[in-house]
């Protein structure tokens, strides 16, 4: 996911009790809005929406730890005890059943229903049990970037849907590094689970049974297709000698190099290379996700960030009414140009600014309408870190076993038989 700089101005958890506490006896509700850490520009539409409300509440922002991990565990560890000072909380898409599954997150009110100006992978990671359970805020998906000039070496037409397989054999042939994530963390578990899905295949069959009868599906055609493309470029070197502690940063790194060629990364990539190498700016294009089978649609990563409404506040009405007002259009293009953080309403792609800053903008809003979320399960945690102990390092990926050992491994972590 998209690692911005931590908002400084963000207020302390403690400020926000206070603020509410006086609030409750002298003045509007304050509304806390626990944030992910961005560049500003969630506090930014906190200020704006409060002003719209003209009196009728306040909206202050109170700032998460920076990994999506510990987002999870502090949001999920307070709203188990019916903290009632959470009222909006800015979530991570694939801990939402999670919460939605306990109980944690109030009901979405019907006229905050409406999808149909929403980019479909936004609306699915925001859907537990058919039902809309969050208001998508800002959606993210990963584009394939490549370098114009390799393209043209290789005889590559991007215009057209490209595979792994191309892009391995490229990387062979010209002797250039790809740009993926390699490393023990969750960039991990997103490229395993859109290489399966774009293979035509899933994680998880049953998402919504329980530990005990969740059933996988990685021992298939799709699990074994998705281990290969693992396989190949760890043990061909295909993505450097740092492929195993490659992170979206350090993909970056490899892709702006002198062997750099083709790269899968978020939209942030954009601006930061504009700003730290504009000298190559001219040499990089961008296309949908690699396919795995050139018959198979492509299935990118969507990513992004949530609204959801603390069953516990004093004030969901409010809560809301202030999400409403945080996630129109106009306020999600802002977001985009400010903070790079693409919209989750397809108006929003229409924006002149949008287009202006990133003029791979209609890439974008395809690949969100073709993205496939991560295994939306509240077993989502267990589900993540069991393939990231199964699948790693990329290099010992085998097509053969590793899909159908990492099922059974995951499988008797969910049963209490085995520890993460």
């Known amino acids: 996911m998209r690692r911005p ?10 400020l926000a009790l206070g603020l509410g506490a006086c609030a409750g006896e002298s003045g509007p509700p304050v509304l806390t809005w626990y944030i992910n850490p961005d560049d500003g520009g969630q506090e930014e539409l906190a200020q704006i929406c409060s002003e719209e409300a003209d009196g009728k509440y306040v909206i202050e922002t109170s700032l998460l730890p920076r990994d999506a991990a510990s987002q999870r565990e502090q949001l999920a560890r307070r709203l188990a005890a019916s903290d009632s000072s959470i009222d909006i909380m800015s979530l991570d898409p694939p801990f939402i059943p999670e919460l939605a599954e306990a109980g944690f997150l109030a009901p979405v009110p019907e006229e905050l229903q409406e999808t149909e100006d929403v980019v479909q992978g936004a609306v699915d990671s925001a859907t537990w049990a058919d039902e809309l359970v969050t208001v998508p805020f800002w959606a993210n998906t990963q584009l394939l970037w490549y370098r114009k000039s390799v393209a043209e070496e290789a005889g590559l037409d991007l215009e057209q849907p490209v595979t792994w397989e191309q892009l391995i054999d490229t990387a062979s ?8 994530q390699g490393a023990k963390a969750e960039s991990l578990t997103v ?11 899933e994680v998880i069959t049953n998402p919504e049974a329980t530990a005990e009868e969740v059933e996988f599906a990685l021992d298939s055609d799709a699990g074994r297709a998705a281990a290969d493309v693992l396989r190949r470029i760890g043990q061909e070197g295909l993505a450097g000698s740092g492929f195993p502690t490659a992170d ?13 060629s083709f790269m899968v990364n978020w939209p942030f990539i954009w601006p930061a ?26 299935a990118p990563p969507v990513g992004g960030i949530n609204l959801g409404v603390s069953a516990f506040s004093e004030h ?9 007002c945080i996630v129109r259009p106009e306020h999600q293009a ?3 140009v400010t903070n790079g953080n693409p919209p989750s309403s397809v108006s929003a792609y229409e924006d002149e600014r949008v ?18 979320p991560r295994p939306q399960t509240p077993y989502y945690n267990e589900v993540s870190i069991g393939l990231q102990e199964t699948w790693y390092p990329p290099a010992s990926v085998d097509p053969e076993t590793t899909p159908g050992e990492s099922a059974d491994f995951i499988s008797a972590v969910l049963r209490d038989e085995r520890l993460l």
């Open 316 to 324: 969901v009405d409010d809560a809301y009414e202030a999400v409403a």
């Open 334 to 336: 802002t977001y985009f």
């Open 173 to 180: 042939d010209l002797d250039v590094r790809l740009g993926v």
């Open 273 to 298: 290379l504009n700003a730290s190498n504009p000298e190559i700016v001219e040499d990089i294009g961008w296309a949908l996700y690699p396919r795995v089978d050139e018959d198979t649609d492509t």
């Open 191 to 201: 490229w395993i689970n859109a290489l399966i899905a774009s293979a035509g295949g």
């Open 355 to 372: 287009t202006e800053e990133f003029p791979m903008a209609e890439t974008i809003r395809e690949s969100l309408e073709l993205a496939v």
């Open 5 to 14: 700089r931590t908002t400084a101005t963000a207020l302390a958890l403690a």
């Open 248 to 260: 979206e940063n350090a993909s970056m790194n490899v892709f702006r190099g002198d062997q750099g």
